[in-house]
């Protein structure tokens, strides 16, 4: 039975999100699978993207074929580095340590610039809101300055009024 790992679409239309799943190549997209590795969310930024590493790995070990999206996941969270590193094992040209050693300092540099990529973002978005806080304040202030130049002949009129109405008072006495 031929296998293959791949997404295995959820959510509402025009939110996706996805299951990344081992199943059987002759079943329906959406439709029966064999095992779930994990989750891919491409609605956030960055992307969610949790895959249980040690099934995953089993599953390309045993000759699961991942399609080129799944590939690309799977490429991006290092499962396709710790499959090559555990057949270099396998070999015989790496020991299990060295093998686990390489994977985590691959993890390690990941993780860093991922964070790089994640500081980025968030200084992008507190850029945005001070400008946007900024325009606002702007047209604040506009609106005041109108506000203030509509209420200002409002008091001349009610000035000239008043100003009337004491003559119209004394015209009537007289």
Do not use: C
Not at 34 to 60: H, R
Not at 102 to 119: Q, R
Not at 152 to 162: D, F, G, K, N, R
């Amino acid at each position: 039975m031929p296998v293959k790992i791949r997404l295995q679409r959820h959510g509402k239309k025009g939110k996706p999100f996805y299951w990344v799943v081992a199943a059987d190549a002759r079943a329906k997209r959406d439709g029966k699978f064999l095992e779930k590795l994990g989750i891919y969310n491409p609605n956030t930024n960055p992307a969610t993207i949790d895959i249980n590493i040690d099934n995953a790995v089993t599953w390309l070990q045993n000759g699961a074929q991942p399609t080129e999206t799944a590939k690309r996941l799977l490429s991006y969270k290092g499962i396709l580095m710790k499959h090559h590193l555990l057949g270099g094992v396998r070999k015989g040209a790496l020991t299990e340590e060295q093998a686990e050693e390489k994977f985590n300092t691959w993890l390690e540099e990941k993780g860093k610039i991922v964070g790089t990529k994640l500081d980025g973002l968030d200084k992008a978005k507190a850029e945005a809101r001070a400008k946007a806080l900024e325009a606002e304040k702007v047209v604040n202030e506009k609106r005041a300055a109108e506000a203030a130049a509509a209420a200002l002949p409002e008091e001349v009129v009610a000035e000239a009024a008043t100003e009337e109405a004491p003559a119209a008072d004394t015209e009537t006495k007289e």
